[in-house]
RNA sequence: CGCGGGGUGGAGCAGCCCGGUAGCUCGCAAGGCUCAUAACCUUGAGGUCACAGGUUCAAAUCCUGUCCCCGCAACCA
């Protein structure tokens, strides 16, 4: 039977800097995503990469003296290192200045073209040669000496620019059946009314090409103008899937995207232009775009002025990459916006990780160890505690899925979570420890129980640390082939007389370096 | 009258749509256990649910108004 396929994408990252905490958090929530649906029998196509044109990379670049081309590459490299070292299990990394983009971006520009949605007019507007950007004429305002000035306060002038123009008002009608036939296209829901009323507020023309620069996608046939750095970043998700050529097995397989992952700031990006893009070109849009929040340092902005710039290298070396992980994903609700502290995360590490999950693993695997000599002891009969705590462990999957329908991530980690609570509490009534004494027999009933609980919470917790639930698995000696969501529930236990290998600590205490015990 | 989110025990949040003993995590206090990563388990203290009106037998939950905080406002995860 074939497989389900899924196609999931973070926004492209815009490289005209570092990476930061933002960018991380997008890519790892995505990462479990993808993992998750892996895990869970379907085939999966996790996109992931950079939007290199646009003004804002050609300035950047010239403040460095540098050509953009540079600039993009050294950036790109270190948003590429990142991922690599956030452990994200990207199948395809796809950058806006890459040939196979050029060839589609034109494509789809042709589509739009050919349907009779791009013209040629002029923009025109409040030009702020100073702070490089058009203003709307309510925004500026007339000055002391009766010079126009913009918003911040510095002068501008009116300027008309040849520039094609994209057809959007054409779409208003069809964006709102969208949005009403697929209630679920924009998740949260908050956000899909922000942008329904924004798009029955009436949609104006977009002018999509510049003739100022050349650094970006050449329009076809007029080659004085490149693209609009949206019209061809948005683009990226079908290029990365073999368009232009529709025929292609890659594209019939995995378009339309069943997710696009993005920021709050770009709904509008993606849930208006993009499916218009689409509508015009003549290609189905995708499925279900997500927002999720911003990250704030203990409650405040990240801002370079303010100094609260986190780097997510330094972040991942200081706490491990899936501690890091793992504390954005269970702290944050998915989809609002969040906040972060050295203080917040030491916290989830130690008592969530170390203490929770992977004390009772230490536990429960070393009295394995010195009792049965490592070898997993055969189960007696189920009594009332065991059958309860066994049933819970069962029943995690199914709430891990219909969290998962709506990439409730946090609810994922909070319906696995409980049951690990469950089990310490139920590990402590058993007391395992004094049953060596007394009923060695129950004893390893309750040690089995146990191991098959952790098994079960390992499993589900691979799409979020998949490093760490890995080796929590193979102290269970569960085989590779063994680890997907197939294997959860009362249908595939573990075997008992497994040799297991001596056990080691999987989740360390975080400590302070200065020595200082920390929580 | 630009748009949106929010104000619930010390901290962070859930509950509000579908009114009826206010719940969770962390922290704090006491007790238990001693297998384990000074971890685990139990119990407890602590809240006029921003404020003021209104509807109702009954409001954190519905309605009206006020105050405050935070984002966004078409380059920005």
């Known amino acids: 039977m074939a497989k389900p396929r899924y196609y999931v994408t973070t926004a492209i990252a815009y490289p005209n800097g570092a990476p930061h905490i933002g960018h991380a958090y997008e890519v790892i929530a995505t990462d479990a995503i993808a993992r998750f649906m892996r895990l869970d029998g379907y085939d999966v196509f996790f996109l992931t990469g950079t939007d290199e044109h646009g003004i804002k990379m050609l300035q950047t670049a010239a403040k460095e003296g540098v050509p953009p081309r540079e600039l993009a590459d050294r950036n790109v490299a270190l948003f590429q290192k990142m991922v690599k070292r956030l452990n994200c299990s990207n199948d395809d990394y796809i950058r806006t200045t890459e040939p196979r983009h050029y060839a589609s971006s034109q494509a789809i520009w042709e589509r739009m073209a050919k ?55 054409a779409y208003q009608d069809k964006l709102i059946d969208l ?6 296209f924009v998740l949260p829901r908050e ?13 104006k023309d977009l002018s999509v090409s510049r003739t100022t620069f050349t ?8 080659p004085k103008h490149v693209m ?33 992952v993005i920021g709050k700031d770009i709904v509008r990006f993606h849930a208006v232009y993009w499916p218009a893009f689409l509508m015009s070109a003549g290609i189905e849009v995708p499925h279900r775009i997500y927002s999720h929040g911003f990250l704030f340092n203990r ?31 269970r702290e944050v609700p998915f989809g609002q916006d969040g906040s972060y502290s050295h203080e917040a995360i030491v916290a989830r590490i130690n008592a969530d990780l170390a203490n929770d999950l992977g004390n009772l693993a230490q536990r429960s695997l070393t009295m394995v160890a010195r009792a049965f000599g490592g070898t997993l002891p055969a189960p007696g009969e189920f009594s ?126 975080y400590v302070e370096p200065n020595g200082d015990k920390a929580n």
Do not use: C
Request: net charge negative; glycine share 6%.
């Open 384 to 509: 009332a505690n065991d059958q309860a705590i066994l049933a819970q462990a069962d029943a995690m999957v199914a709430k891990a899925r219909d969290a998962m329908k709506t990439q409730a991530l946090h609810q994922v980690l909070n319906a696995v979570w409980a049951v690990v609570a469950e089990a310490n509490r139920y590990f402590a009534g058993e007391a395992p420890w004094a049953l060596a004494k007394t009923d060695p027999k129950r004893q390893g009933t309750v040690l089995y129980v146990t191991a098959e609980v952790i098994r079960q919470v390992a499993i589900l917790a691979q799409p979020f640390m998949p490093d760490s639930a890995g080796k929590l698995l193979d102290l269970l000696a569960v085989p590779a082939d063994a680890r997907d969501f197939a294997r959860l529930g009362p249908a595939r236990r573990l075997p008992a007389g497994a040799q297991l290998p001596p056990p080691a600590p999987v989740f360390p205490r």
């Open 299 to 329: 409650g405040e902005k990240m801002s370079k002025s303010v100094g609260n710039v986190v780097d997510p290298f330094s972040l991942a070396d200081a706490y491990g990459v899936d501690q890091f992980r793992y504390f954005f994903l």
């Open 228 to 260: 609009y750095v949206w019209v061809d970043a948005l683009t990226n998700y079908i290029t990365a899937v073999g368009f232009p050529d529709t025929a292609s097995a890659q594209f019939k397989r995995y378009w339309p995207a069943d997710l696009h």
């Open 115 to 169: 349907n009779g949605d791009i013209y040629l007019s002029k923009y025109s507007g409040w030009y702020s040669v100073r702070d490089e950007a058009y203003y709307a004429e309510d925004e500026t305002k007339l000055g002391d000496n009766g010079q126009r000035l913009g918003p911040l306060g510095t002068p501008v002038e009116w300027v008309e620019e040849e520039s094609y123009f994209f057809k959007l008002s």
């Open 179 to 184: 949005y009403t036939r697929v209630p679920d």
């Open 215 to 222: 650094w970006g996608v050449p329009v076809p046939g007029d």
């Open 191 to 203: 956000r899909l009314n922000e942008v329904a009323s924004f798009v029955r507020g009436g949609l």
